[in-house]
């Protein structure tokens, strides 16, 4: 007798992040109620789960063109790691858009994850059957870029800022450009997006907005953040490593300079932009997010 075709989901959500926008504090409050988000036939595919077996088979989508045969494997992934057949599946990754690396993370015209929207559109391509929906979150650069330079950092080689930014101009970065082409990337499906500033504030209503009316009410949040970025003397230490002649792959010196130089109420972030740059950033940001909530199905949630 031949196997049964696996069920789709009916409704596909792709959680894409971005980094270092809050996304590990509301990923583990999701996953830690998996359970409870079942018996409303939801199920969800957590990072490891989406870089195991999604990630894969969207490189193979996009080098093959399997249509039929990965969408199959994808689908049937989905289930056998959700352990039943989800009516809603929550895909949550922010590597979907890209990473913290320069070359993954911005474009030489200012745009951020320059291969994020055909990713994400592969993604969603595995699930040719499911209404897709997306979220995705934003910061303000003057905060994002420091904190996404000490991500870099922990996650690859040992660089200064400086040598991080490689030469790019941060106060011509852009995110409009990355949401029209991450929302024409995934037409018709309708793309939510709220600010990291707002989330302590606003995450019930993303949760509400995102997973249905009252998901709030069943995902008690974690009360800290998820993952603590790194001090600046933490960056300090790391700067004086690498221009004492200090190997870049040398991940002991940033264990030491984390464990010498926790971050803390005394210890501050690195902060590299002054505070004209920083008001300068603020005022392009919000100018920026209201050409986002201009775009065709897009939605800006406000507190």
């Not at 409704?11 to 018996?39: F, M």
């Not at 039943?84 to 929550?90: G, K, R």
């Not at 010196?253 to 002054?274: I, K, S, V, Y």
């Amino acid at each position: 007798m031949a196997k049964a075709a696996p069920v789709h989901p009916k409704r596909v959500l792709l959680l894409v992040g971005a980094h270092k926008t809050a996304s590990t504090h509301l990923q583990r409050a999701i996953a830690a109620q998996k359970d409870v988000l079942r018996e409303l036939g939801i199920g969800v595919l957590e990072p490891n789960d989406v870089r195991r077996f999604l990630a894969p088979l969207s490189y193979l989508l996009r080098d093959y063109g399997w249509r039929r045969e990965l969408t199959h494997l994808a689908v049937a992934s989905a289930g056998a790691v959700c352990g039943f057949a989800p009516e809603t599946l929550v895909v949550m990754d922010e590597n979907i858009l890209g990473a913290t690396e320069p070359r993954m993370l911005w474009s030489d015209d200012g745009r951020f994850y320059p291969w994020g929207p055909g990713r994400t559109a592969r993604t969603a391509e595995l699930f040719p059957r499911s209404e897709i929906s997306v979220g995705l979150a934003l910061r303000d650069l003057g905060t994002f870029l420091p904190s996404a330079y000490g991500e870099a950092i922990r996650n690859g080689a040992l660089r200064t800022w400086e040598g991080w930014l490689g030469g790019i101009d941060p106060t011509g970065l852009r995110w409009s450009p990355t949401a029209k082409a991450l929302s024409d990337a995934v037409a018709p499906a309708p793309l939510t997006v709220w600010r990291f500033e707002d989330y302590p504030q606003i995450a019930p209503v993303v949760l509400d907005r995102l997973l249905g009316e009252n998901a709030a009410a069943r995902i008690p949040l974690p009360p800290e953040p998820q993952r603590v970025g790194l001090s600046a003397d933490a960056i300090g230490a790391v700067r004086r490593h690498l221009e004492a002649g200090g190997d870049p792959g040398d991940r002991g010196a940033l264990e030491r300079a984390m464990r010498q130089h926790p971050r803390g109420p005394d210890a501050p972030g690195f902060r590299p932009f002054n505070s004209a740059t920083l008001e300068w950033l603020t005022e392009a940001y919000r100018q920026d997010v209201d050409a986002i909530a201009a775009l065709p199905r897009t939605t800006v949630l406000a507190p």
